[in-house]
């Protein structure tokens, strides 16, 4: 089959539509969108900066016209058959090649062809593609017959669109319902048969794992596929060979040694298989699978995919507890850690493979083993698979629809179950697959009061039928190897209490939208949990890309702008004054707000890894933003980790020491009731994630605020492979409430693995003295750091806060520590702490 991009050429422009009159053509670019189109050629202003988003949604209120005149060479227009394909249009759109209407799209999320042969010719063929208004579309069908719309952020009638719902607004994204073609655009010139998809499937045993390929081919002509391997292929491969056809394959090992199949049959045997793990337990070997479609000894049709030998499931049993769950990867059970993933960008095409790549890959850097692809945005590009399967994170791969009702008509059925076949045959052969998930969020709200979600008693059954039976039935036919659940959080399906702490698993959001203290955590040990989050502001320099000075305040309008979640830098200031003195200037005020999140995320981790085998996995929301904003996101908008990343970087790594304290004087204790009498007792913990058991060494002191050790023990340990070992519980008879901290560290063949400290009150009421915090560079690639006394949540920064270091935000017992430079140039260094905070 020959491929030809029809990346050039392109020319944009909006037409005569209502009160809009027709423009003049511009540049545009495929792939690509409008908004950035018009960036390109000066026609708007960043929608990101202050409060530019307003304006921006009023240019979506348009239609827009896409078109390009390309040649067609010879050899293309001698094939059997040439097809126009589409990888994806951002939405409604109407398609139009040398004058005649191809069809009409509404749906971002799958691929669209047309039969063109007869209507191209050598030269000047013209494409067209007239994009409607995203925003009238849904206005207009939700006056009609109105959904509802759970995020009170989104833009009503966004339901009724297939189209990124974020799109339209979140409580983390702007209303930027951006438009275009978005995803490459080609002619496919095809003789006799082409390949529709190949499907590869594994069967394990002791060393050796059995290889099974179906292949469905379409015939020219044919109304239907035909498919080689799999059950009840027989007739249709006698057909194929009737029209002299077979499929060759050939395997690649990770080593380049290639392993060729046997001719008519579907299916090899890999001996001595180098299998896929996730991140943490293993490495990442990737099979390369190359399947010819031939025909007289000319090769029609090629195929090519990288894939992982691995089992994947999810294990759900009976227990003590209730019901596990838990990511299953060749017989090992592997506890979870990970973020939710949500789009990387509001203006698609600045989403590069580069850039998907690198955001991946300091998530593997911090020792994430697993990511969530949120339903509310779109199926990741195949450049997101394939760096998870080189990076060893496993997917967990929601159908793209969140927090709204849905009106199951004929056609939409259609359109969905399209869409579903489309995404589930690209995406079904990835290693890091690790299950699909119904949709988000919406059994949660349906179980609580499905009265209030839905307007009409058919949505209810529609529920049922969209997410537990039509997605099931399609799996069954295109992916019945990969574990299906119905929806996040659920139990099983069915409305059968969705968020129970014992099955399934849950989305906890009592700390935050429900305003509890951090130490709710402890209260519950969720079997797991898929989302749990806190929000920060991000960095200054990030801020500033958005604001002018007179902006920096967190009241602000425009700061309100960049905060999409009702009353959340309230909420902020809540927790602030509950933790930290109240800060003294605008940067200070980010630097808490950060510590505050990461502090957060960090007592709830830690308790639930403590409690591996109940608990099995923490997914934190969320990973990123798609703009600069202030939001639940551990990395930023401009990349820059916040502190909550270097602290997952800690808890979530292999070998970690913990601590669970009593007798903390918290913000709810009244400072006038003796509080010294308080009883203290600490109890450190030992999580071994990793596939090896461990000999290590605990050691904790009891300090006082300059650094000096009051009382220190240490001992042995052997923490066994894939579990958590608890230290016995220690009372501190003499530690002095707002004076004392304990220190704690897990060492192992010499050098510090893990480490950290806990206080017996809030930070605002200890009373720190001055570390008097040095920060100077050692050549190009190293940082030494100096403190004087006890010294907590220590930030390095640059000038222009481009550093990205082996470790930031650390607590710091008086002496050095050297940080290695992994990005930036250690120039202008500036170091603070909570000592800083006041």
């Not at 593609?129 to 509802?148: A, F, G, H, T």
């Not at 045997?269 to 337990?281: A, D, K, R």
């Not at 898929?530 to 890309?545: C, D, I, N, R």
Request: glycine share 6%; net charge negative; proline share 4%.
């Amino acid at each position: 089959m020959e491929k030809m991009l029809l990346h050039e050429n392109w020319k944009l422009r909006e037409v005569s539509a209502g009160d809009f009159p027709e423009t003049d053509w511009i540049p545009g670019t495929v792939p690509g969108s409008v908004y950035q189109d018009y960036l390109n050629e000066g026609k708007m202003e960043d929608p990101y900066w202050r409060v530019n988003e307003e304006q921006a949604l009023e240019l979506m209120k348009r239609d827009f016209e896409y078109r390009t005149v390309f040649d067609v060479p010879e050899g293309m227009l001698s094939r059997d058959e040439v097809i126009l394909h589409f990888d994806g249009i951002d939405t409604v759109a109407d398609i139009c090649l040398n004058g005649q209407t191809l069809g009409h799209v509404e749906n971002m999320h799958r691929t669209w062809e047309y039969r063109v042969k007869g209507l191209l010719k050598k030269e000047e063929n013209e494409l067209s593609v007239r994009i409607s208004s995203p925003v009238n579309y849904i206005y207009d069908r939700y006056e009609k017959d109105p959904l509802i719309v759970a995020s009170s952020d989104a833009m009503r009638g966004c339901s009724y669109l297939r189209k990124a719902h974020c799109m339209f607004g979140w409580d983390w994204g702007p209303r930027l319902p951006d438009a275009g073609i978005w995803r490459p655009v080609s002619l496919l010139g095809v003789d006799a048969a082409r390949f529709d998809n190949v499907y590869v499937t594994q069967n394990h045993e002791p060393d050796r794992v059995t290889l099974y390929f179906q292949a469905d081919v379409e015939l020219l002509g044919a109304e239907r596929l035909y498919r080689l391997g799999g059950n009840g292929a027989q007739k249709d491969a006698a057909r194929l060979a009737q029209e002299g056809m077979e499929v060759c394959i050939t395997v690649t090992a990770p080593d380049g040694s290639v392993q060729t199949v046997e001719a008519g049959r579907m299916q090899t045997v890999i001996e001595n298989p180098q299998l896929w793990w996730p991140n943490g337990y293993g490495e990442q070997p990737l099979y390369s699978v190359k399947a010819e479609l031939c025909c007289g000894g000319t090769v029609l049709d090629v195929w090519e995919k990288r894939i992982g030998l691995r089992t994947m499931t999810v294990t759900r049993e009976k227990d003590q507890w209730g019901e596990s769950f838990c990511h299953e990867v060749n017989g090992v059970r592997i506890f979870a850690m990970g973020a939710d993933y949500i789009p990387e960008d509001n203006i698609l095409p600045r989403v590069t493979p580069e850039r998907t790549h690198e955001l991946l890959t300091q998530a593997k850097n911090a020792h994430f083993n697993c990511i969530r692809v949120w339903g509310g945005g779109h199926y990741p590009a195949d450049a997101f698979w394939d760096a998870c399967d080189e990076l060893g994170l496993i997917v967990w791969e929601d159908f793209m629809f969140a927090c709204c009702v849905y009106d199951l008509t004929e056609e939409f059925e259609a359109n969905i179950r399209a869409e579903f076949i489309d995404n589930v045959k690209r995406i079904r052969n990835h290693a890091s697959l690790g299950l699909w998930c119904g949709n988000n969020e919406m059994e949660l709200f349906l179980a609580d009061n499905p009265a209030e979600w839905c307007l009409k008693h058919s949505q209810l059954a529609d529920y049922i039928k969209m997410y537990e039976y039509i997605i099931p039935q399609i799996l069954k036919e295109y992916d019945p190897q990969t574990f299906y659940w119905p929806a996040s959080p659920s139990s099983g399906g069915s409305f059968d209490m969705p968020n129970d702490e014992n099955r399934g698993d849950v989305h906890y959001w009592d700390v935050w939208h429900g305003n509890k203290p951090i130490t709710e955590y402890r209260k519950f040990f969720f079997r797991y949990v898929s989302e749990f989050g806190f929000q920060s502001f991000p960095a200054l320099k990030t801020v500033e890309t958005f604001t002018l000075p007179e902006d920096r305040n967190i009241f602000s309008y425009v700061m309100e702008k960049h905060q999409r979640n009702q009353s959340a830098n309230g909420k902020i200031m809540n927790y602030m004054e509950q933790t930290f003195l109240y800060p003294n200037d605008f940067d200070t005020l980010l630097y808490a707000s950060q510590l505050l999140q990461a502090e957060a995320m960090r007592y709830g981790v830690e308790h639930f890894r403590r409690n591996r085998g109940r608990c099995m996995g923490t997914i934190i929301w969320q990973l990123n933003d798609c703009w600069p904003v202030a939001s639940w996101a551990m990395i930023d908008y401009e990349g820059r980790w916040k502190a909550v990343q270097y602290y997952a970087k800690r808890f979530f790594a292999p070998l970690m020491i913990s601590c669970e304290e009593e007798g903390i004087l918290s913000q709810d204790t009244n400072v006038n009731a003796e509080p010294f009498e308080l009883k203290k007792s600490i109890r450190l913990c030992v999580s071994n994630e990793s596939m090896q058991d461990h000999q290590a060494t605990v050691r904790w002191q009891l300090r006082d605020a300059s650094g000096q050790v009051k009382e220190a023990h240490e001992e042995e340990v052997c923490v066994k492979a894939l579990s958590s070992e608890w230290l016995e519980k220690v009372p501190l008879q003499h530690a002095q409430t707002r004076r004392d901290y304990v220190s704690y560290e897990l060492w192992e063949n010499g050098e510090t693995v893990s480490a950290g400290s806990v206080l017996f009150c809030a930070p605002k009421h200890f009373a720190f003295e001055n570390p008097h915090l040095r920060a100077e560079a050692v050549g190009s690639d190293e940082i030494l750091v100096t403190a004087d006394a006890y010294a907590k949540s220590v930030e390095i920064r640059n000038e222009d806060d481009t550093l990205l270091l082996s470790d930031n935000y650390f607590d710091m017992n008086p002496g050095t520590r050297r940080l290695k430079v992994l990005k930036g140039a250690p120039e202008g260094l500036a170091a603070r702490s909570v000592f800083d905070i006041r």
